[in-house]
């Protein structure tokens, strides 16, 4: 059982990963919210600094400028974070790795386990194609998600793009040419209440390799989150990721 101090307790990611906890049979010690709930089952703080006790593990689904506070704190009590926002800067992401070298660090940008294996397989299928195929990534989301692309469609593309020049397009409609070899397209839909699809096309001569997921609630995240919390128990000092994860299945 771990004892996990959970940001970003009060949203609807949070509830999940309460839900995927309590399945799991973990104990969430502490929530740390901007808005405390009064009715919460576990003692919520503004800060992490305010928790008096001990966690084992800090889950963050709260939101990327609060990464900062996490880190001195994880630091400090020695305890592993696992990060599961998006949309860092590159000075986050800096200081990020920074504390990685004190404190065992988890961080993705998509928790689904799911996820993380259709990357795997886009990162073998564009090592096994080469550059004959043109690569294309549509991502489709609710109308409250704020950034695009996704932070899932920018892993696909950086896991395919290792150890290669890849330019990414995300804006065809700005300039008429045609299409440059090796560069990857990234598409944004945004509507309703999509929780997450993800779609990778391979175009070739005369066939189209596709490979896609779909989320159909926020829970494979939640249960993915728990699962890094458990796979992080005794790690050392470093920066891992769910890549971490599915090679250790």
Do not use: W
């Amino acid at each position: 059982m771990l004892n996990i101090m959970l940001c970003g307790c009060g949203g609807r990611m949070g509830a999940a990963v309460v839900a995927a906890a309590k399945e799991a049979g973990d104990h969430i010690v502490a929530g740390v919210d901007i808005n405390p709930a009064a009715d919460s089952p576990f003692p919520i703080f503004t800060s992490p600094e305010e928790f008096p006790g001990k966690t084992d593990v800090i889950v963050d689904f709260s939101h990327h400028s609060a990464l900062t506070g996490l880190l001195a704190y994880a630091t400090r009590t020695a305890t592993p974070l696992i990060v599961c926002t998006t949309g860092h800067t590159e000075e986050e992401l800096t200081r990020m790795k920074q504390a990685a070298k004190e404190v065992a660090i988890f961080f993705s940008r998509n928790m689904s386990l799911g996820i993380n294996l259709l990357i795997s397989l886009c990162r073998r299928a564009a090592a096994t194609l080469g550059d004959g195929f043109d690569i294309e990534i549509i991502e489709k989301h609710h109308n409250k998600k704020l950034d695009a692309p996704s932070g899932t469609a920018l892993m696909i593309a950086d896991a395919i793009s290792e150890g290669q020049e890849h330019p990414y397009v995300y804006d065809r409609h700005t300039e008429r040419r045609a299409r440059t070899k090796g560069e990857i397209g990234l598409h944004a839909v945004r509507g309703g209440t999509i929780v997450g699809e993800h779609e990778v096309l391979f175009c070739g001569k005369d066939e189209v390799i596709t490979l896609s997921h779909s989320a159909s609630s926020r829970e494979v995240f939640a249960t993915g989150a728990i699962r890094a919390a458990h796979f992080m128990q005794g790690k050392g000092a470093g920066l891992y990721s769910m890549d971490d994860v599915v090679g250790a299945l």
